[in-house]
């Protein structure tokens, strides 16, 4: 109930109409209810009058009157008014998930646990206000409906009331039990039902797409029909147990709902007690509030119910969030300092990832972080740009420790193109700005960005330039980047958030030499007012660097100039000569 209660207020918050709303509704059908069974007992009872056709002209109008008034006004309600509200409440609801899941530490998101709460969760703001606020309707209509309806058949016999009760008792228990059963049925499916979810997704993903055509997918497949199978053994295992015990419930109860009534009142008809409009209204009554009861019974459960599955969302909510410092900074160029840095990712504590870096890069520098694959270098930047926290050791940026700066202003001043950039299938221009265009000024910045990428080239020849859509998935003309193209699209983006702080992570790793060389050359022009953080592999580009680290096994082995690295002739100059005397080669084949 607790839960439930917790739906309501975020409803009530969201949307302030939906719930005295929701009241009237209910009122009004429990005015609907009480008014057929007496139009059935006044009804008769005219048929006896001497003025018959006044009589029932009287009962017919009113009877209709009452049930036009509910049927225009629940249907306008229902039908017209409840569907843009829920659809603010569930808006409402899924922007608070998003902005949990924002405020979510990087160790939070990457844990298998938290895609299935977030998953959960998704699914709980997608469809259980709905479902909750039509359970609360529910309980308030069929308690309206059981007083109106218990105050007309006591009046006529009170045993008919008892009558009304017996089915709801047996089929109660019976529900408690499918309601448990069922929950666990679903739940079995959530993890199974993800797989087969992101198994579909992969195959109209771009970057898989291709990926899936030329390789063996045979694992894919199998882990897909594996989860399609679990889901399956869970269906079959559960669902007909479940099927038969609702089946029989619902047979007994209409057994003893309808037959008993029926015996005592046409016995009490027979014996004269009772009229033929009181046996009418008696058995619709005792029908109608047993139905009544029966759904109190049902929403009992039904509220355990939807209490299990908001406790799924109000899990999510409550996952603690990312703790973020007061302290902004300021748009610019920084440094940055770091302290004995020490660092393990919690899925393996038994590996230091960086193993005590001490660094420190002055405003405007350009370093490299050079070194064999899984050396560590991503890692460094991840921590510099404060999504994981060292596990020892200290990181300040402008003399201030990491965190204690507002996550936000962090994230503002630094600008990270990733070693895999990914796109949205929205515009060009919107995949730079990460928003619809506002002015000509946009327009000159998007473009200005495109050129010092090297990508407006290509932009401007395309029919609608900046305006192309990005992929085919909602345009048949949408446009697919190579690979170079879509690093340099990145790029774009990251230059226009005009960040002091550059990241690049392996920038050129699908661009030609050529336009490799060009892209540095670029980069080293456009980064020349902010600090810029290069990885790379080919160290023929970042030779121009103010320093090069590298880095291995998680420290840094050697640190200097490239010409200073290469005379000291170690590990740096070593992996040099090797992608030179290889790319000789190559050339020469
Ligand atoms: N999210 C993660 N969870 C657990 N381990 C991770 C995670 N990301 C990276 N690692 C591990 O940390 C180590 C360093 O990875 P990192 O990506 O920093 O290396 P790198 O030097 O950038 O490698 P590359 O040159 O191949 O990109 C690797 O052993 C990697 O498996």
Request: a negative charge; charged letters at 20%.
């Amino acid at each position: 109930m607790k839960n439930c209660i917790w739906l309501l207020q975020k409803s009530a918050k969201a949307c302030p109409q939906r719930l005295p709303a929701m009241l009237l509704v209910t009122l009004l059908d429990a005015v609907n209810a009480v008014n057929i069974i007496l139009f059935y007992k006044y009804a008769v009872q005219a048929l006896y009058q001497e003025e018959v056709l006044k009589q029932m002209a009287i009962v017919v109008g009113i009877y209709l009157a009452v049930h036009v008034i509910h049927s225009v006004v629940n249907n306008y309600l229902t039908q017209v008014k409840y569907p843009v509200w829920n659809e603010t409440i569930k808006q409402s609801l899924s922007k608070e998930i998003y902005e949990q899941y924002q405020s979510l530490s990087a160790d939070t998101v990457q844990d298998p646990k938290f895609y299935d709460a977030y998953k959960k969760a998704l699914d709980e703001s997608d469809m259980r206000t709905e479902a909750v606020l039509n359970t609360i309707q529910a309980v308030f209509g069929n308690l309206f409906s059981i007083f109106g309806i218990i105050a007309v058949i006591a009046s006529m016999n009170w045993i008919l009331v008892l009558l009304a009760i017996i089915p709801v008792c047996t089929s109660a228990l019976v529900n408690l039990k499918i309601v448990k059963m069922r929950y666990q049925y679903n739940m079995s499916c959530v993890k199974p039902n993800r797989m087969v979810e992101y198994i579909t997704r992969l195959f109209y993903q771009p970057e898989y797409r291709e990926e899936i055509r030329l390789h063996d997918n045979a694992l894919l497949q199998k882990r897909y029909h594996d989860a399609v199978d679990e889901v399956s053994s869970q269906t079959k295992a559960q669902m007909p147990k479940i099927v038969l015990i609702s089946a029989s419930g619902a047979n007994l109860f209409s057994l003893i709902n309808y037959g008993i009534p029926m015996l005592v009142l046409g016995w009490q008809v027979f014996q004269g007690i009772t009229t033929i409009g009181e046996f009418s209204t008696g058995v619709i009554g005792v029908s109608n509030l047993s139905s009544s009861l029966f759904g109190i019974w049902c929403i009992i459960p039904g509220i355990r119910e939807q209490s299990l599955y908001i406790e799924n969302l109000r899990t999510f909510l409550s996952v603690q969030k990312e703790t973020t410092g007061e302290h902004t900074l300021a748009f610019g160029m920084h440094e940055i300092t770091l302290q004995d840095v020490h660092f393990h990712y919690s899925a393996n504590t038994v590996r230091e990832v960086t193993d005590g870096i001490s660094l420190h890069i002055k405003k405007g520098e350009k370093i490299a972080f050079v070194g064999e694959n899984g050396a560590g270098k991503t890692t460094l930047v991840k921590l510099i740009e404060g999504l994981y926290h060292p596990t020892e050791g200290e990181i300040l940026i402008d003399g201030t420790p990491i965190e204690q700066l507002d996550k936000q202003s962090l994230r503002c001043n630094i600008a990270t193109v990733m070693q895999k950039p990914v796109h949205y299938s929205f515009t060009i221009a919107e995949n730079i700005l990460m928003r619809e265009i506002q002015s000509d000024a946009d327009r000159e910045q998007v473009q200005q960005v495109l050129e010092e990428s090297g990508l407006w080239d290509r932009v401007s020849k395309f029919p609608k330039g900046m305006d192309s859509v990005l992929g085919k998935e909602f345009d048949e003309d949408g446009i697919e980047l190579s690979g170079g193209e879509s690093q340099k699209l990145a790029i774009a983006r990251a230059l226009y958030e005009n960040a002091g702080v550059l990241i690049l992570d392996e920038p050129a790793n699908s661009l030609d030499p050529i336009a490799e060389a060009e892209m540095y050359e670029r980069m080293f022009a456009a980064g020349k007012d902010r600090t810029l953080i290069l990885i790379s592999h080919r160290l023929y580009s970042t030779r121009k660097a103010d320093r090069i680290c590298y880095i291995e096994n998680g420290k840094i082995a050697e640190e200097g100039t490239h010409e200073e690295l290469m005379k000291a002739n170690g590990k740096y100059a070593a992996m040099y000569h090797l992608q030179v005397s290889l790319y000789a080669k190559g050339a020469a084949q």
